[in-house]
C-alpha cells in the first residue's frame, strides 16, 4: 500500500541568498507581539511536563472569538492534521467524497493514505466551483464533500450563500469547508455551524495569523463532528499541541488589533500586486487569498518560473492539467511585489 502512495509535495524552501521568497503563502509580516511573548514566558523549566492533552485555553479563546460553545471547537497540528482526522472520522464511507477537481492537493494524497474513493468535480471554464454540481440525485449521492474556499491554487472565494446551499442539500454527509485563507477577504462558514449538523470548517494559524512556524489548526462544528474528530486524535496523538503552541496561539487569537490590521495590508498590496500583473497582460483570476493565480497568454508557465528563479524570485508553478500555465504568486511585502513586477517587466521585454 505505501509503495503506492503518492505524497503530498510541499512548497520547496530553498536556500538562495537574497531570495524573494513567494511560493509558500506565508504572511510577509510578523506574528502578534503577544503571541511572542507568551512563547517566550511559556519557554521554562515547565518546558519538562507534557502539554495540556485538550489544550482548554486555546479552545476556549477561540469559542469566545466564534461565538460557538467550547466542544465544538477542535485543535491540532496544523489544519493538515485536523484535515487528515477528518479525513479518517467524517469522511470514509462506501460512496465516493467529492471534491473540485482543481484544489488543494492534500485531498487526493490523504485519500490514498485512508483508503477513500473519491469523485473529482470540475471547476467551471472560470476555474470556479459550481454549488449545482455538488446537488446530489436520488441514484447519485457523495459519502461527503470538501473543498476550499477561496480555494486553492485559484484564489477564487465562493459565496456564504452557495456554501450553505451545498450544505443544506446534503445532509446525508458531512461538508468539509477548508478556509485556510478565509481570512483575506472572504466570508467564515462558521455562522453556518450552528444550523447545520453536517458542517465541520477548518482554518489555520499559518496565513492569517502568521505563525506557520508553530503550526496550529482548527475545525469548529457540531460538538457530535468534533467529539469524533477527539477521538481519532487520542488514537494517535493525544499532545498534538506543545506548551509553546498553545501559548503562542491563544495570545494570537486575543490579539485581535494586530490580526485585522495585518490582514488588511495584505490584501492592499494583493489589489496592487494584481493590477500590476494584469498591466503586464497577464490574465489574474479574482482572489480572495494572499496569493494570486495568474498567467501570460504568450508565454510558457514554467519558463516564466525559470526565468524569475533565475533572479532569485521563487514562486509556484504546477505541471498539471488546466493549470500547467499559471503562476501562483504569494502576496508578499510591497518591496518585494515591486521586484517581481520589475522582473516580470524584464523578461516580457525580451
Not at 467551471?124 to 480555494?151: K, L, M, Q, T
Not at 477548508?178 to 447545520?196: C, H, K, N, P, W
Not at 498539471?320 to 504569494?330: A, E, G, M, N, Y
Amino acid at each position: 500500500m505505501v509503495a503506492g502512495l503518492t505524497p503530498y509535495v510541499p512548497g520547496e524552501q530553498p536556500k538562495l541568498d537574497n531570495l524573494v521568497k513567494l511560493n509558500t503563502n506565508e504572511h510577509p509580516y510578523g506574528p502578534s507581539p503577544r503571541a511572542l511573548e507568551a512563547i517566550r514566558t511559556e519557554a521554562s523549566e515547565a518546558l519538562r511536563l507534557y502539554p495540556d492533552p485538550n489544550s482548554d485555553r486555546l479552545k476556549a479563546a477561540l469559542a469566545d472569538r466564534y461565538g460557538v460553545a467550547p466542544a465544538q471547537v477542535f485543535v491540532g497540528n496544523g489544519s493538515d492534521e485536523v484535515l487528515a482526522h477528518a479525513f479518517v472520522a467524517l469522511l470514509r464511507h462506501e460512496r465516493p467524497l467529492w471534491f473540485p477537481d482543481i484544489t488543494y492537493s492534500f485531498y487526493p494524497v490523504y485519500c490514498g493514505l485512508y483508503g477513500i474513493d473519491y469523485q473529482a468535480v470540475p471547476l467551471d471554464a472560470a476555474y470556479r466551483i459550481v454549488p449545482e454540481d455538488y446537488f446530489p440525485d436520488e441514484s447519485e449521492r457523495a459519502g461527503g464533500i470538501i473543498f476550499a474556499n477561496p480555494n486553492a491554487p485559484t484564489g477564487c472565494f465562493m459565496a456564504l450563500d452557495d456554501v450553505e446551499r451545498i450544505v443544506a442539500r446534503n445532509p446525508q454527509c458531512v461538508v468539509v469547508v477548508d478556509e485556510a485563507y478565509v481570512d483575506f477577504g472572504g466570508e467564515s462558514a462558521i455562522g453556518l455551524a450552528g444550523r447545520y449538523p453536517n458542517l465541520l470548517v477548518v482554518q489555520t494559524f499559518s496565513k492569517s495569523r502568521s505563525l506557520a512556524g508553530l503550526r496550529v489548526g482548527f475545525a469548529i462544528g457540531d460538538a457530535a463532528l468534533v467529539e469524533a474528530l477527539e477521538r481519532v486524535k487520542n488514537s494517535f496523538n493525544s499532545y498534538p499541541l506543545d506548551r509553546l503552541a498553545i501559548a503562542g496561539a491563544t495570545a494570537s487569537v486575543e490579539d485581535e488589533a494586530h490580526f485585522r490590521t495585518s490582514c488588511e495590508r495584505v490584501v492592499a498590496t494583493r489589489e496592487r500586486l494584481m493590477a500590476d500583473l494584469a498591466a503586464l497582460g497577464l490574465e489574474v483570476l479574482p482572489s480572495r487569498a494572499n496569493f494570486v493565480f495568474a498567467r501570460h497568454p504568450g508565454r510558457d508557465g514554467a519558463a516564466l518560473a525559470q526565468a524569475l528563479r533565475t533572479r532569485a524570485i521563487i514562486v509556484r508553478h504546477f505541471a498539471k492539467p488546466r493549470i500547467d500555465q499559471f503562476l501562483r504568486i504569494t502576496v508578499g511585502t510591497d518591496g518585494q511585489c515591486e521586484t517581481l513586477i520589475a522582473a516580470l517587466r524584464e523578461i516580457l521585454s525580451d
